[in-house]
């Protein structure tokens, strides 16, 4: 079940009418539903561009071109977070030319394309300057309002890395935009450490956790902030037979029975552990459990939570979306799928928020990494998941 959010329902194929339907013919009755669909679904698709940022001025923005600091086309949101209509955007320095990390987005219903603000502002923005952030690949939104940021501190990562500055978590509040928290990480990483994502999650007394994946070290960093204290949760050796991207998603955050489900993307099984255990710095002794097998033995990509007991994800190479009830067993007959993708692009992440919808946030970003995005970069695009229905 979608705690307090709502997947949207679209009619993309005829409508299905009860024989007993009066007043109105079939014929009628399908064209203003699908109508209706389509115009709901076109005013809620924002379109985004690494062309399309807001600069506070035209020769600020010739500045940044002419120097090598600004190239559209490097420009990528690879993850977001939506609050009511702003959504806060990451857009990791995996190439040069991407004039700021982090960014904000006013959803404005109808739009054609959306600006980009950098977030909260150009100062934080400044490449170099360990003070400010380097590349953010991951961003958290929490319930208090206070935005979470992983900054992975290298930058031209996917051409020629460059360590600028040590990784950190930032917090900054959403209220005023002031950074009220940053938190040096380096004590738990290896030489190996490889950071990817970011999940917050509330204890007991509301006491804020931050859990990070560090896919290189086969771990789980685990941070309590009211604590200041810190542990590096080791991955048993049969959840990571190798390193890739180490994907974590949490049902019923802030719950005492709140879980993390993790996997790598080629492992053959998903893993779970009960977040007691991570705030303790536990990872052995029957803590980490396999949930299941992954269907058809397909590597899996996991997206997302709605925030209660459902996770989303897909398979590698794929862009239909499916939905698991994690309260039911992890097999094929309990995995509902609800969105049939595109070939153009892939979603990299559900979320919920914006008027209580799910969202996608889809790209190319495959294109992206191999250079064939065209002149203004990557294509992409927010919209609500839909379900569609067959006839």
């Keep these: 079940m979608l705690s307090n959010f709502r997947i949207v329902y679209l009619l993309l194929l005829i409508t299905k009418i009860s024989e007993t339907t009066v007043g109105t013919s079939i014929t009628e009755e399908s064209t203003v539903a699908e109508r209706s669909s ?26 940044y071109i002419q120097s ?12 977001a977070q939506l609050q009511r209509d702003i959504m806060y955007v990451a857009l990791p320095r995996y190439k040069h030319g991407v004039p700021f990390t982090l960014g904000k987005i006013q959803l404005t219903k109808g739009q054609c394309l959306t600006k980009i603000a950098p977030y909260p502002c150009w100062a934080i923005q400044e490449e170099g300057n360990c003070q400010a ?4 690949v991951d ?15 290298i930058v031209n990562t996917l051409e020629q890395p460059i360590r600028r500055c040590k990784p950190k978590i930032v917090a900054i509040n959403t209220l005023d935009g002031k950074v009220v928290k940053t938190i040096d990480i380096n004590n738990l ?35 309590d902030i009211a604590a200041s204290k810190s542990y590096r949760v080791v991955l048993p050796k049969a959840t ?32 779970s552990i009960q977040t007691e255990y991570l705030r303790m710095g536990k990872g052995g002794d029957g803590s980490i459990v396999s949930v299941g097998t992954k269907p058809y033995g397909k590597q899996m990509v996991l997206l997302g939570a709605d925030g209660g007991n459902s996770l989303f994800f897909r ?5 239909d979306i499916y939905m698991w009830n994690t309260k039911t067993c992890f097999k094929i007959s309990n995995l509902q799928e609800i969105q049939r993708g595109e070939d153009c692009r892939l979603t990299t992440q559900i979320l919920p928020g914006h008027k209580h919808f799910m969202w996608a946030l889809e790209s190319n970003f495959h294109d ?24």
């Excluded at 952030?133 to 953010?136: A, N, P, R, T, Y």
């Excluded at 961003?139 to 501190?153: E, N, P, Q, R, S």
């Excluded at 890739?244 to 993307?265: E, K, W």
Aim: charge should be negative; hydrophobic fraction near 40%; charged fraction near 15%.
């Design 38 to 63: 389509k115009s709901l679904l076109k005013e809620l698709i924002f379109e985004l561009s690494g062309s399309s940022l807001l600069w506070p001025c035209e020769s600020t923005k010739h500045i």
């Design 68 to 79: 090598g600091r600004y190239v559209p086309r490097n420009v990528i949101i690879t993850r």
């Design 133 to 136: 952030l380097q590349s953010v």
């Design 139 to 153: 961003i958290k939104l929490d319930h208090y309002g206070f935005l979470w940021i992983l900054d992975v501190g």
């Design 189 to 223: 990483l290896t030489t190996a450490s490889r950071l990817q994502f970011l999940i917050v999650d509330y204890g007991s007394n509301s006491k804020p956790f931050v859990y990070v994946a560090d896919a290189g070290a086969h771990s789980i960093l685990v941070y």
């Design 240 to 271: 990571s037979p190798i390193t890739d991207v180490l994907y974590m998603a949490l049902t019923s955050p802030g719950n005492v029975n709140s879980t993390l489900y993790f996997t790598y993307l080629t492992t053959a099984h998903l893993y």
């Design 315 to 319: 398979y590698k190479g794929e862009n």
């Design 368 to 391: 992206f990494i191999s250079e064939r995005t065209g002149c203004n970069g990557a294509s992409i695009v927010l919209h609500p998941v839909l379900q569609e229905c067959d006839d």
